[in-house]
Structures are given as C-alpha cells and as structure tokens.
C-alpha cells in the first residue's frame, strides 16, 4: 500500500527535462552522459539508451514506457526531426532526456540538430575544459581538428582552439608559426525572460571593466523598453552601451582599440551578427553575446542557434516558473500573455510595447494560444447554418 502510494507520488513529481552536452573531441561529452545514465541507475530510476540514427522517430517506438531516463549519444548525426521527437520525450512522456555530440564537425561547421537542441534544451553544457593540442599553446580547445593519417599513423582527431584549426584537414605536424595576437573568444550568455542574462552580461562587462580593458557595449535600436544608450536588465542594472539600428551599423561602431565587445538582446539582430562575432573574435577581441534563445513559440531566435554552436564558452540560465503554483526553477521558455491568456501561433514574432506581458515558464506551462477567431456576424446566421 505504502510502495503504491510512493510509487504514484513518484509519478505524479515526473517532470521531464532535456539535458545537452556538447564540445569538440575529447571534450568528455559521452563521459558526462554515462555520468547521469549511472547516477539514475544508483537512484533506482529506470534508464534507457536510445539510437537509431536512420530515422529519430524510431527512437520513440523504442521507449520503454517506464523509463525515466535515457541517453542518446553522437546526437549530431541526427536529422532535424531529432529536435521535436526528444521535446516530446520531456515535455509529453515527462522523461529525462540526456544528449551528447558535436556541435560542429571536423571542418567547423554547424553539426546537424545540435545548435537547435543547445537552445532547446533546459540545460545546455559546452564542455570546454580540453586545452588546445598544439603544443605551448594555451588557448582554450573549442573546435575539432582532423589530422591525416600518414606513414602508419591513423587518422586522428583533436581539441584544438580556434586559432589552431583548419577546415582541411592537415598533417599531424603541427603549426609552426606563431600568431601576434592572442586568439580572441566569444561568450554566449542565453536564457529566457527574467533568467538574468542581461545582468550576467553586465556583471562580466564590470569585471573587464575593473581590469582596465577597453570596452564597446551595444544593443539594437528597436529595444527601448527602458534606456536608450544602456544595457539595462529587468532590474534596473545598467551599463553604457550604444543602440544601433543593425548589424552593419555595429559593425561601424566599433573601435580598432576595442578589446572586449558586449552585444545584448542579440536575437534581434539579423544572421550577419554571426560572421560579425567570429571575425572580430579572430582579431582578438574577446566578445560576449546575450540574448533569447527561444521565441515566445519555444522555437530557435533568429541567429542564436548558430551563435550557440560557434561559441567558445556557452551559459544558459534558468528562471523560475511564474506558472501559479509550479514552483520549478527550470523555466526556460518564455511566455507571451496578451490580456492574460497566451498569445496564439499567428501573433507577431516581435511586439514592442503594447498589451503583451511576458512570463518566465518551465517546458510544461509554456502555452500557445488558440488561434482568433472572427466573431460571428449574428446568432440567427450561425444557428441557419447548423
Ligand atoms: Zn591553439
Ligand atoms: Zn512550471
């Protein structure tokens, strides 16, 4: 009776999350997945490991309906349809969800579902800790480079940093020369409304600040909710920054004796943001991004996805759930509420002022509104038509 009584209980608290790790090669992903996959099983919690990599929605034919847990490893060289069928495994079979891959191949670029799943997830670690392969240098390792197999040697794979990395792949030899400047990173802070990104983004512009680098803060134009000419966060935190209409206009702005570049509400600015933050970040300059990573439909905003995947070092923060009585500090989509009810599918992807409020939800409370329907002319015509 008592284990019954446990055991709905136990049912009933089921959330259901989605979890990712990602980084280059020898990043320790694959151990940290393992690492959760054992905790459960200490815990007593039904784990599975799911691959099918011909098609992911095969991997939800093969779900054990009492799994609490699993494991999907290598998530890179899944298709798109990877991304719906595990926010289905969380939000509607309220499992666990733990993922690992690649976040871009060998040649630098964006590895299948990944940079969606990093915005998607509840919780997104870029596992960085791997120092570059080329010896004496100290740059962080956050790219994959692919060495020839040559002479006997087989092919190999290593952590490289930015600097290091070529698209081709090259001899196991390594580079002599040197470079002049020291390799520049780019930050991504992400998260949903009121999760502090814009805080978080201050407080690191702060520290650079108090370590004499020379600082360029910017904003687009079109978020004035409240300054112009500051980084302002929901709680009246501010930084000096300048508010330009697009990327070119940025790109204007910036100063050749810049060395520390803060972008904030960085979903508002248009795909070129992304080419923009990498080559300034091969001059150099070490550049710190925020912004939403989800729209208030939960899906990827504009070019975050890409920035998640390009960046060297990646935070994403949560917030707590506002849905009454939910409690979760794992909110991590961000709820349109027009009149109080949720905004439907069709209502504008950006609404500057207005009757829309916004709240901080956990993947279960996120709501889409029913689309609008225009009202009946009379109640004699639509009872004629029945
Ligand atoms: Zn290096
Ligand atoms: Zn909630």
């Known amino acids: ?30 151990k940290k997945l393992e690492a959760e996959a054992e905790r459960a099983q200490r815990q007593g919690r039904r784990m599975q490991r799911l691959a ?6 095969r991997l939800l034919d093969q779900l054990d ?30 499992v666990d969800v733990v993922v ?9 670029r964006p590895a299948g579902p990944m940079p969606e799943l990093m915005c998607a997830a509840d919780f997104a670690l870029k596992l960085d800790d791997g120092v570059c392969a080329q010896p004496g240098c100290r740059n962080l ?38 470079f002049d400047e020291p390799s520049g990173s780019l930050d991504l802070i992400i998260g949903c409304m009121f999760s502090g990104k814009t805080q978080e983004l201050i407080r690191r512009l702060d520290q650079a600040r108090y370590a004499g680098a020379t600082i360029q803060a910017f904003k687009p134009a079109l978020d004035d ?27 204007a702005q910036v100063q050749d004796d810049t060395r520390v570049i803060g972008i904030d509400e960085a979903q508002f600015f248009g795909p070129e943001i992304v080419s923009l933050a990498e080559q300034l970040v091969d001059r150099g300059r070490h550049v710190m991004v925020a912004g939403l990573e989800l729209d208030f439909l939960a899906r990827p905003f504009g070019p ?76 004699v015509e639509e009872s004629a038509e029945l």
């Open 1 to 30: 009776m008592i284990n019954e009584r446990y055991r709905e209980d136990r049912e009933r608290r089921r959330l259901g999350s989605l979890t990712v790790f990602s980084g280059p090669t020898h990043s320790g992903k694959t």
């Open 65 to 94: 309906p009492a799994a609490e847990l699993v494991t999907v490893d290598d998530a890179q060289q899944y298709d798109d349809r990877l991304i719906e069928v595990l926010n289905d495994l969380a939000t509607i079979h309220r």
């Open 141 to 178: 390792a956050s790219r994959t480079q692919r060495f020839h197999a040559v002479n006997g040697t087989p092919e190999r794979f290593l952590p490289v940093c930015r600097r290091h990395h070529t698209a081709e792949p090259r001899a196991v030899s390594f580079q002599e020369v040197w």
């Open 225 to 251: 909710r409240y300054a112009i000419e500051a980084v302002a966060s929901h709680r009246e935190v501010r930084f000096p920054a300048i508010a330009v209409p697009d990327v070119d206009g940025l790109r």
């Open 304 to 379: 975050m996805p890409l920035l998640a995947a390009y960046a060297d070092r990646l935070t994403k923060l949560q917030a707590s759930c506002q849905y009454p009585g939910c409690g979760s500090r794992q909110a991590t989509r961000t709820q349109r509420l027009v009149d109080g009810a949720p905004a439907p599918a069709e209502s504008p992807l950006v609404v500057i002022g207005g009757a829309a409020t916004y709240q901080a939800r956990c993947r279960h409370h996120h709501r889409i509104g029913l689309p609008s329907r225009p009202e009946p002319v009379s109640v």
């Open 52 to 57: 099918d990599p011909t098609d992911p929605n």
């Open 100 to 108: 690992a891959g690649w976040e871009l191949d060998y040649t630098g």
